[in-house]
DNA sequence: GCAGAAGCGGGGGGCCACCCCACTTATTGT
DNA sequence: ACAATAAGTGGGGTGGCCCCCCGCTTCTGC
């Protein structure tokens, strides 16, 4: 990549965060590039569609999240490491706007995507949960992470708190006694 | 309202369950319009904005469900019952693209809209299994319908099945040993 | 049947995402 | 140092969107 576009991509991304960050993911594309100082032509070159550049918007959040992932693998309680990891990810989701819905529409595999960092970041986590019998065997990362996406989208509108107090409802189980059945 | 108003207003519902159910609730109003043989004027007269179209819509299969709700309430079990219609809705919200997302975007306790025919059609169900003590008495019925309907706005490309897979796991919790925390 | 009001829709404004193509600019081999 | 070249750029165009204004049509109560 040449280095002129390099600037120009940069630019591109700090002006969209900056974007996001006021109007969400629903934020004028023309009114980003204006801001980065390019033509649209060379956002919609860089970025073939929106969810890329949310996705590149998105990515230094998401390794903060990776990287609290890394610090929660030595926590004492394998279970409470990944419930408070979750929940953190869902008020991150909550407050940037726009973040589940991104994870939700790309697909969770695709590699150097953001939902590929967090799969391999929680999946260590979850890793440990099962080991320690807390967690049940059967349920994948990315189901987690769907359902906690999910409850972020929902919660979206009415804020972090009530998304963080539904992840530990899913959590729990909204049972009151699972063992009876 | 005069007969001509209310013919058109029932050829604009006809028209945009049918664009609804092609593409989603993103379907272009213009065209909804055009097929209903009206002016985008009178679309837009009748329906202030997208949601209240969209409400119009699917208020039929939302009295369908409450229908559904009222069977459940005379099954043996009611804990089984509570879980067979929230994942009956999961599977519906799914199918039906939008749904979810409109039901998700207006107040839950609006009187008259599809979430509020929920609300009161699922609370019976509810209290039923909380009198059995199958369910704990804190969780709302909102709660419940907010994470349903996350779930099927999550799950709307993987399909109804998927749904109805995250809706167990978030009823049954996802935890090894719920009892021992 | 008629007056008035309720309803209608064509057309226009403002905005958007996305594409085309002539022009500019960084890189590279000599 | 410099020219050839390939990569990158952005202004403008296109088609679509939502929504509103306003003169015209159609229904309804008397």
């Known amino acids: 990549m040449r280095a002129d576009a390099q600037r120009n991509y940069d630019r591109i991304v700090e002006a969209a965060s900056e974007a996001v960050a006021r109007d969400g993911a629903e934020a004028?594309?023309?009114?980003?590039?204006?801001?980065?100082?390019?033509?649209?032509?060379?956002?919609?070159?860089?970025?073939?569609?929106?969810?890329?550049?949310?996705?590149?918007?998105?990515?230094?959040?998401?390794?903060?999240?990776?990287?609290?992932?890394?610090?929660?693998?030595?926590?004492?309680?394998?279970?409470e490491a990944l419930v408070?990891?979750?929940?953190?990810?869902?008020?991150?989701s909550a407050t940037a706007r726009g973040l589940a819905a991104v994870l939700l529409a790309e697909p969770l595999q695709?590699?150097?995507?953001?939902?590929?960092?967090?799969?391999?970041?929680?999946?260590?986590?979850?890793?440990?949960?099962?080991?320690?019998?807390?967690?049940?065997?059967?349920?994948?990362?990315?189901?987690?992470l769907t359902l906690v996406n999910a409850i972020a989208l929902a919660a979206e509108k009415t804020g972090p708190a009530e998304a963080a107090r539904l992840v530990s409802l899913a959590m729990d189980g909204i049972s009151a006694h699972p063992q009876t059945r």
């Open 110 to 144: 695709q590699s150097e995507s953001c939902g590929a960092m967090l799969v391999t970041a929680g999946e260590r986590l979850r890793l440990r949960a099962v080991e320690a019998a807390t967690v049940r065997p059967d349920v994948s990362i990315a189901d987690l």
């Open 28 to 79: 004028s594309l023309e009114e980003i590039a204006r801001r980065a100082g390019v033509g649209s032509a060379t956002l919609h070159r860089h970025f073939p569609n929106r969810w890329a550049l949310m996705s590149a918007v998105f990515h230094g959040r998401t390794e903060g999240l990776c990287e609290r992932a890394g610090e929660l693998e030595t926590a004492p309680d394998p279970h």
């Open 84 to 92: 408070t990891w979750l929940r953190e990810l869902a008020a991150y």
